[in-house]
């Protein structure tokens, strides 16, 4: 129960945001938290959200125009524990006045990095390699085993060129592609530097031997990684996805991996989170995926932490958040 009348209510989503992050929060709001480390039921939202001022909540966390009004006329700020704001309607938080706060460029390096990592597992299959050591695979050293293409003399093609996909191509030059391209909104000057070119969106599907998605997911995005588009990728094209799952009809990257109309995926976001067990795309060999760890690294999400509460913190104060959804 709030009895300290003079400090805002705060509802945290789960008890497992890094510390460093909580404590600056308790300093100056009341705190109430979830404390379940699974994804609070929709229904328990609806109920924690009432007469709160803001909520601290990440991209598991529906944060729909049902909440909003739950929550009431006092919820001012929204802190999201990320950088995707697609769990969060909003126009709906523009429309009622509550200001939202997220976490981009603090992890855009950490998530990079992943995609690096991916890019690297999938393209040199190395997680079907090891898996060969531990069940009796290996056997006598042999020419044409678990050979993949290398990124030498690729042609990468970036989809999204924000501060990830800068930072995804920057860490491609040192393996030597013979051309970064890229599609965008908007042709990016920085492109230049980086040594990264513009291409339409057709144009880099059709002519990239791999291409990574690090967009946002919005409506024009939404299930872009289509039959249609896989169809017209080269049968040699590796796919790499660090942004969402929602980019992707996975229904037609299992077709197209497992018909051989591409090569090879690298998933870290997939539809849905988590995976089943028995879904089918993990029957496939040429696929690697990771459990949604762009961001996984300590330092990192102790930043993601600081900076969302401090953006619900100066967002309550009426002041200028780190980060804002503008
Ligand atoms: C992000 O920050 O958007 C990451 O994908 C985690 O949700």
Redesign the pocket.
């Known amino acids: 129960m709030n009895l300290d009348n003079s400090k805002p209510n705060v509802f945290v989503t789960r008890p497992d945001f890094p510390e460093v992050g909580i404590n600056i929060l308790k300093e100056k709001c009341l705190i109430t938290t979830w404390n379940n480390s699974s994804v609070i039921p929709k229904e328990e939202l609806l109920k924690h959200v009432v007469g709160k001022q803001a909520i601290f909540c990440?991209?598991a966390n529906k944060i729909d125009a049902e909440v909003l009004e739950a929550a009431g006329p006092y919820l001012k700020v929204i802190g999201t524990?990320?950088?995707?704001c697609d769990h969060i309607n909003l126009k709906e938080c523009q429309k009622r006045g509550i200001r939202v706060g997220y976490?981009p460029d603090v992890?855009t390096d950490a998530?990079a990095e992943l995609t690096m990592a991916l890019l690297l597992a999938t393209t040199r299959r190395l997680i079907e390699a090891n898996k060969q050591v531990y069940t009796g695979g290996w056997s006598s050293w042999s020419p044409k085993w678990m050979c993949g293409p290398g990124l030498k003399d690729s042609v990468i093609g970036i989809f999204g060129f924000g501060r990830i996909g800068q930072e995804v191509a920057k860490r491609c030059v040192p393996f030597k592609p013979k051309q970064i391209l890229y599609t965008s909104r908007t042709e990016k000057e920085v492109a230049e530097e980086i040594g990264a070119k513009y291409v339409e969106f057709k144009v880099l599907v059709t002519s990239s031997d791999i291409v990574i998605a690090c967009c946002p997911l919005n409506d024009e995005t939404r299930n872009i990684f289509n039959k249609n588009v896989f169809t017209n990728m080269k049968k040699s094209v590796v796919f790499i996805n660090s942004s969402?799952g929602g980019v992707v009809d996975q229904e037609d990257l299992y077709n197209a991996l497992k018909n051989g109309n591409i090569y090879a995926a690298g998933l870290d976001?997939t539809t849905p989170e988590p995976l089943q067990l028995d879904d089918p795309i993990l029957t496939l060999p040429n696929i690697v995926i990771s459990p949604?760890i762009?961001?996984a690294n300590i330092a990192t999400r102790n930043d993601?932490s600081i900076v969302t509460a401090k953006n619900i913190v100066l967002g309550l104060q009426g002041q200028e958040m780190i980060s804002e959804v503008k």
């Open positions: 990440y991209s524990f990320s950088v995707g976490t992890l998530t969402r976001v949604h762009g961001s993601m």
